[in-house]
Structure formats: C-alpha cells, structure tokens
C-alpha cells in the first residue's frame, strides 16, 4: 500500500510539474495583441507627495499643466477627511477636483478604508489608535465606513469631474497595515451598494492584484475590472527580480474573467512606475532606487501593458517622478513621460 501511496504522490507531483513548465512556456510565447494607443492616466496621493517632502499641490499642478494628465485615480483618505467623528473637511479634495475639471481632466475617485499608498488602511485615530483597538472596534468601523463612503459619493455625485467610482483598493489582497487580512466580500457588496443607492449615474471599479490573485470575485462585482501590474519588485531574502511571465498571461487571465464573471471592461489601474525597495523609496541611494526603475524599464512596463492587450493604462509614481525632477535635478523620466503622454493623446 505504502509503494502504492507513494507511486500516486509521485504522478501526482510529475503532473503538476509538467502542468506548470508548459503553462510557463505558453506565458512567455509573443504576442502581436499591441495597443498602438493607450489612455494613459496616473494615481496622485497628496500623502505621498507630502511624505517624500513636496509641494504636494505644487506637484499636482505640474501633473496637470507640464505633463498634461487626462486622466487621475484620487485617494479619499479617510483619516484624513474624518479627522474627528462627524467633522469632515473636504478641502483638498474640493481643490483637487476642482483643478482637473478647469483643465478638462477625468477622476476616479476612491473610497473605502483601504485605498492606495501606505499604509494601505487608512482609519481615524477616532476608531482606534492601532490595530489592536480596530479589531477590538471592527463592528464600529465597518458602521462609520459605510456612512462615511455614502457622505462621499453624496458630495461628489454631481462633480463633472468624476468619471468612475473605485470601491476599496486590491479588496482581496492581504496587504497593507490592517485590521484584517482582507475587506471580505460581504463588506465590500455592502459599501458597493451604498455607492449605486447614492449614484446610480457613474460605474464602479473594482481592483485586485495582476500577479497574485484570480481577478474572478473582484471582477464579478465591478462594472469596470482594474488590475495592478508590476514587474520589477523586491522581497526581503531574495532580493530584486523580475515576475518570470509575458504578457499572454494577462491575456488569459482577461478570457477568465470574460468566461467566468462575465466581465469584459479592464483597465491597468496600477503600473509600476517607480522603484519597489526595501524599506521607504526616496531614502534608498539612487542607485539603489534605479535597480528596479528607471527611464528604460518604466517604458518597457507600458509596452507591456500594451502588448496585454489595454487600452487604458494608470501609472503609479508620478510623484517619484516629480522628486527626481525637483529634489533630485533628474528630469528624464518626467520628460520622457511628457512625450508618452503626448505620443498616446487620442
């Protein structure tokens, strides 16, 4: 019995090895599915901006009037906005759109407690000074989330400026300083709803990581399915490296969620356009900073979304970029981005 068991686990493991090498091999095969032109669009986080020592509005009117960005994901930072319970103060929010909308811009704007930039969940002191006391507070959170997302969209749901919606960032995804591993489905369908209750005009997109996730239980609840794609990443003990597949690997991954969640609209919501370091990025050494970007890789990771087959593409770092240009007196990849952004005007 035992030579028996051990002959199963064997086949078993020969075949998931055969399995995988040839899915590597059909991965990395080329593919001529090239965008010629893509919407390109970026993510600004007045945070960021601020935490690497900018002009945080300084650098958002450079976005606009040098680079001439059409298209902008906004972070709705919760702490921020509800510092004390009931007391909102949309000032910088108000600002932002109103700047984009002057220049003709289109936003997404998100909502949720966790939204882009570290760390990730973004929860007023109010709920808990640490993550020990959200938990301890978590039926509260999840009450003032909902109520907070519903006096969001409230706000804005006549703002021209709006295109789309984005509930929760990478929902799915255990990471990030949270109370939690994840949102959990049944949160995100409730904050979901509060969202189409209180604008049933705009469409909302959901997001999950390129990489490590199916796309299939975000997808399924979005009107708009948006992925990160990142290609140049570190990890403590292994150092820097490059995710070992092509593009046709988002190809497949598109025809899974057109199958499988009936979802048919895609967007790169999240490319990588900056380094992924250890620890804080602009307190690494440049050098250190550009093994894992610069001018030529960030490039390659646009051709690459393209040659995934998407139309519409939102770049992260743009405020890396600015830091380079300003701080750093290093303006390649902020011109080199000007004429992208250019070149793909459609």
Known sequence: MLKIFLKSIAVAVSA???????????FNLPTENIIEKADIGVTFSLRYSQDIGLDWK???LAML???????????????????????????????????????????????????????ECHIPRWI??????????????????????????????????IKYWQVENEPFLAFGDCSRPTIGAEMLDKE???????????????TDSGELSTWIPAAKRADVFGTTMYRNVYKEGWGYYVYPIGPR???????????FAGQEDAIV???????WVAGWTTNQPLEEQFKSMNAE??????????KSGFDTIYIWGVEWWYWLKTEKDLPEIWNMMKGIINKNQK
């Open 269 to 275: 919501i999240e490319l990588q356009g900056e380094p």
């Open 16 to 26: 998931i090895t055969v399995a995988t090498i040839i899915f590597f091999i059909y």
């Open 297 to 306: 890789k960030l490039s390659e990771n646009i051709l690459y979304a393209q």
């Open 192 to 206: 979901i709803a509060v969202v189409k209750s209180t604008d049933s005009s705009r469409q909302v997109i959901v």
């Open 128 to 161: 808990g000074e640490n993550s020990s006391e959200v938990r301890e507070n978590e039926k509260l959170k999840d009450e003032e989330i909902l109520e907070f997302v519903g006096d969001v969209v409230k706000r804005y749901k006549n703002h021209e400026a």
């Open 65 to 119: 009037d040098d680079l001439k960005i059409k298209k902008i994901r906004i972070p709705v930072y919760w702490d921020l906005v509800e510092k004390e319970k009931d007391q909102y103060d949309f000032s910088d929010i108000d600002w932002q759109l109103e700047e984009a909308q002057k220049r003709g811009a289109e936003i997404i704007l998100v909502v949720g407690q966790k939204v882009p930039r570290w760390p």
């Open 58 to 60: 300084e650098n958002y």
């Open 249 to 259: 690997f988002f190809l497949t991954k598109r025809w899974f969620i057109e199958k």
